[in-house]
């Protein structure tokens, strides 16, 4: 193996460090960084726009690396517990910007669903520009209470052990889910299962840097299956909230709209599913582990960093 060299040290992305053989320390330093982002926003951006999205995808992120160490975190349930919690304080001004913007693309249409669809948004209650105080404090002190912790967070193993099991469970749980949805098209079930599949592309995101351009591929498709799901989800509470001051064609030419619309994204939800999840969780890991070993074995002292994988705003 090639001797190392001085290289200029350069931010890791959300990425496992090829330079960090150390499974904890990684992790720990993710979760920090992801939560020291949260926290910098609330501080630098209190009224943006976007500031919601951003602080909803800072703790996405740390939650699906917190399942992909589940399995050997003994701490686990209680920090996703504080994180999920801490999101679903800020969500409500969330989902309703959500719903102004469903309402604006149904609403693009020059027929009785996209006239029904513009009626139904001149009626929705304007986005406050900024979230209650209130909330954001209460939201950055929880959050500021995990990013403590988490540099003292301790797992039971080390190396591929450390994630081979949570990568799996991730994994069948979202195969198990999308055949739980198949065989009920419950919008609920079609919810929970987006929220695995969103889990498991956070997981091949930090799993990039071990081959990139097979990762990228994978990755690539469950974000578009993550983003399927997440258009289902915004229509189904659309349909939840029809008012009654709609009349009853306008209401029928909206709800008919939404149930096409539905439909068309479940088709393409099963097509990319049905792939994506086609192997069984053992494959998937042992392939995964193979690759990770090889990364693992190489010499990445001058190694740039990935370009990181966004996602779209939701």
């Known amino acids: 193996m090639l001797g190392r060299s001085r290289c200029k040290e350069a931010q890791m992305p959300f990425q496992f460090d090829p330079k960090e053989p150390r499974i904890a320390k990684t992790v720990r330093h993710i979760a920090r960084d992801e939560l020291r982002g ?8 209190p009224g943006e726009g976007s500031l919601l999205h951003g602080l909803r995808k800072h703790i996405k992120k740390t939650r ?21 919690d801490a999101a679903a304080a800020i969500s409500e001004l969330r ?3 959500v719903m102004r913007l469903s309402l604006t693309r149904l609403g693009a249409a020059e027929d009785a669903a996209g006239a029904a669809a513009r009626q139904m948004l001149a009626a929705v209650a304007p986005v406050p520009t900024a979230p209650p105080a209130a909330a954001l404090s ?3 002190a929880r959050i500021a209470e995990v990013h403590d912790r988490a540099a003292h967070w301790a797992f039971e193993k080390k190396g591929w052990d450390a994630l081979a099991p949570g990568l799996a469970a991730t994994f069948h749980d979202a195969r198990r889910r999308m055949i739980r949805a198949a065989r009920d098209s419950d919008d609920e079930h079609f919810h929970a299962w987006r929220s695995r599949v969103k889990h498991h592309w956070y ?5 990039l840097p071990i081959w990139p351009e ?3 591929a994978h990755a690539d498709i469950a974000d578009r299956l993550g983003e399927a799901l997440g258009q289902h989800h915004d229509l189904a509470v659309l349909a939840r909230a029809m008012p009654d001051h709609l009349s009853p064609e306008a209401a029928v030419a909206l709800s008919t709209r939404i149930e096409d619309e539905k439909k068309r994204l479940e088709t393409l939800s099963f097509f990319l599913g049905e792939r994506l999840f086609a192997e069984a969780p053992e494959a998937l890991v042992a392939r995964w582990g193979a690759w990770y070993a090889l990364w693992r074995q190489e010499d990445h002292a001058c190694d740039p960093a990935l370009p990181e994988l966004e996602e779209a705003e939701d």
């Not at 997981?203 to 799993?207: G, N, V, W």
């Open 38 to 45: 949260a926290l910098d926003r609330l501080a630098i951006s």
């Open 64 to 84: 699906g690396l917190l399942r992909l160490v589940a399995p050997v975190f003994p701490e686990f349930h209680r920090e996703n517990a504080v994180l999920r």
């Open 95 to 97: 989902d309703a910007e």
């Open 138 to 140: 209460a939201f950055g």
């Open 203 to 207: 997981q091949a995101r930090l799993l």
């Open 214 to 216: 097979m990762m990228s």
